[in-house]
């Protein structure tokens, strides 16, 4: 995570940009009214998924049990 302050993150927007954007950093801009969060949209798009299915008790309750399924009992799918 990268920590700037306004002014800093004004004058270098294109670069801070392309830092999210092609090396997933995650940008921290503070102002005296508080910090805003920069993230690329396929983290950002990622996290409103993660929060949609946790959302969903059925889906909530199938991701739990698929976590706690020991390796060995899991099955391989061919594509």
């Known amino acids: 995570m990268t920590n700037t302050n306004v002014t ?3 004058k270098n927007l ?4 392309r830092d999210a954007i092609e090396f997933n950093d995650v940008i921290n ?3 005296k009214n508080g910090n805003a ?3 690329n949209e396929e983290e950002y798009n ?3 998924a993660t929060i949609s299915l946790s959302s969903n008790p059925v889906m909530e309750k199938k991701i739990t049990e698929g976590l ?3 390796i ?3 099955e391989t799918l061919e594509l």
């Open 68 to 70: 706690n399924t020991p």
């Open 29 to 31: 801009v503070s102002t």
């Open 14 to 17: 294109f670069s801070y940009l």
């Open 37 to 39: 969060i920069i993230i």
């Open 72 to 74: 060995e009992d899991c």
């Open 8 to 10: 800093t993150f004004r």
């Open 46 to 48: 990622g996290l409103i």
